[in-house]
Nanobody, 120 residues
Framework: QVQLVESGGGLVQAGGSLRLSCAAS????????MGWFRQAPGKERDFVAT????????YYADSVKGRFTIYRDNAKNTVYLQMNSLRSEDTAVYYC?????????????WGQGTQVTVSS
């Protein structure tokens, strides 16, 4: 069973950048597709981005396409989310997730989340 720990959240001005990290342990990281989700106050958790086991394919929500980049380093058991051109509507708790299947919907394993706040 894999454990996931996110880091890198914080407060940033609109137009700025942040890089989130998600470190995995307790499993074979390279056997999991990885995803990022976010949940804003009072809203449901939404899909942000996903990446295949090898990192060869990625997929993004329309709202972040062209601004966010998901990538992974299997040697470091870590997946990243580079967030550029941040907007106030990107404010949310960001979660990473792992699953056997490359998907935008359901994941078996979740981290505890990291807060991202974008000030306008």
């Amino acid at each position: 069973q894999v454990q996931l720990v996110e880091s890198g959240g914080g407060l940033v001005q609109a137009g700025g950048s942040l890089r989130l990290s998600c470190a995995a342990s307790g499993g074979t990281f390279s056997s999991y597709a990885m995803g990022w989700f976010r949940q804003a106050p009072g809203k449901e958790r939404d899909f942000v981005a996903t990446i295949t086991r090898t990192g060869g394919s990625t997929y993004y929500a329309d709202s972040v396409k062209g601004r966010f980049t998901i990538y992974r380093d299997n040697a470091k058991n870590t997946v990243y989310l580079q967030m550029n051109s941040l907007r106030s509507e990107d404010t949310a708790v960001y979660y990473c997730a792992a699953d056997d299947v490359y998907t935008t919907i359901s994941y078996d394993y979740w981290g505890q989340g990291t807060q991202v706040t974008v000030s306008s």
